[in-house]
């Protein structure tokens, strides 16, 4: 069962992406995930600690982040359609017969592999690793998930568009492929080269990767549930009680409707025809009929559950500065719940067996 529906013991992240990175220098690229792309993009041109060993060569940076896929509802998620777009010539995430044309693309020209030898990755240029990506956002084991694509290189967008134009099959309807380019401001020269190896984006400091747009939405879910009225559910008219059920509330401001999970669960599948499925993407609101997100009611749900720690550090009153009266963010407390990064270059695939997929 999926980690979303089951509800796990932490909450939903508050965010985490897969990005493909493209050396300024060199014909490399690098396939990474993080639960904040500002900060891992200044770690892999070496502004701050960290980053991966692959990403670390002089020669190569500055690094530039062209893309993020975005969506994933935990760490473990992401780690796993990382590692599947690193190794698509290997991963289980996919048809057999794709991986078989990877590696037989992978052989041309060199000598038979032993059976017995772990398989390697294939050089891939970048309009390869653009066609594994489409692959892999169209594959049954990531349906479920609420997937977005995000460019930041409108070149690589371009290519995207020329090679999805070619092709028969569409993606589903609820992923969103968007371009919003990130340039380097013009400035003097000898700020230039400075800039061209620690500037980070505007656009790319701006996706917010904490827990602040979920705040309006949890604050009107406790009025909601502690407001000492009974309540029943939108769906099976039986009591919505919050301390014996897992109960769902509307995101919509001016809707009070509650929902049991499960009860909502089987009428969204149902409105999109996927009673077979064990979890939505999204349907409509029993009470003011919006349509709405499942994965904003799961994440709302899984801190109201299991995120004591992070609404403590969302709800923390805002310090003031003494000398001019500013308000200071806890920009640390919200850093700490960040997570880690994974290289997975680095560590797991150390690991693997020829036949094994990481992580399962």
């Given amino acids: 069962m999926s980690e979303v529906f089951k509800i796990e013991s932490r909450p939903v992240p508050a965010f985490y992406c897969c990005y493909l990175l493209r ?24 502004s701050s600690k960290g980053g991966a060993k692959r990403t ?21 998620a992401a ?35 032993s059976p017995n030898r772990r398989k390697k990755r294939p050089p891939m240029s970048l309009e390869a690793r653009l066609k594994n990506l489409h692959y892999l956002l169209g594959v049954e084991s990531f349906s479920r998930w609420p997937l ?20 028969k099959t569409t993606l589903r309807k609820s992923i969103t492929i968007q371009l919003t380019p990130a340039e380097i401001p013009k400035l003097a020269a000898d700020v230039a080269t400075e ?34 009225r009974q309540r029943s559910c939108s769906v099976c008219r039986k009591a919505a009680d919050d301390f014996s059920s897992l109960i769902l509330v509307c995101p919509v401001d001016s809707c009070q409707t509650v929902s049991h999970l499960s009860c909502l669960s089987t009428k969204f599948l149902g409105e999109a025809g996927d009673k077979d499925a064990l979890m939505p993407i999204q349907g409509t609101c029993p009470g003011c009929h919006s349509r709405i997100e499942w994965a904003a009611m799961m994440k709302e749900l899984s801190l109201r559950l299991n995120g004591e720690e ?22 640390g407390d919200a850093q700490a719940l960040d997570g880690e990064d994974e290289d997975l270059d680095e560590t797991w695939m150390e690991d693997l067996s020829q036949d094994e997929d990481a992580p399962t």
Avoid at 99 to 107: F, N, P, V
Avoid at 312 to 327: A, E, M, Q, W, Y
């Fill in 23 to 46: 050396s300024k220098n060199r014909k490399a690229f690098y396939i990474g995930s993080t639960p904040n792309p500002a900060r891992r993009l200044g770690q892999h041109n070496g």
């Fill in 148 to 167: 977005h694509l995000r460019f930041f290189a409108p070149d690589v967008f371009a290519q995207w568009e020329k090679h999805i134009a070619k092709l």
């Fill in 195 to 228: 800039l061209q190896t620690h500037f980070i984006p505007e656009v790319i400091r701006a996706i917010p990767v904490a827990y602040e747009d979920c705040k309006p939405y949890i604050k009107k879910s406790r009025l909601v549930l502690e407001d000492g």
């Fill in 56 to 76: 670390s060569m002089q020669g190569k940076r500055p690094w530039e982040m062209t893309c993020i896929v975005t969506g994933f509802p935990s760490k473990f």
């Fill in 79 to 113: 780690l796993q359609f990382e590692w599947a777009w690193q190794n698509t010539h290997a991963t289980r995430h996919i048809d057999k017969d794709v991986r078989d044309a990877r590696a037989e693309e992978m052989q041309k020209g060199k000598k038979a592999a």
């Fill in 310 to 331: 992070e609404l403590k550090i969302l709800f923390k009153p805002k310090r003031k500065r003494k000398s001019d009266n500013t308000v200071e963010s806890d920009t």
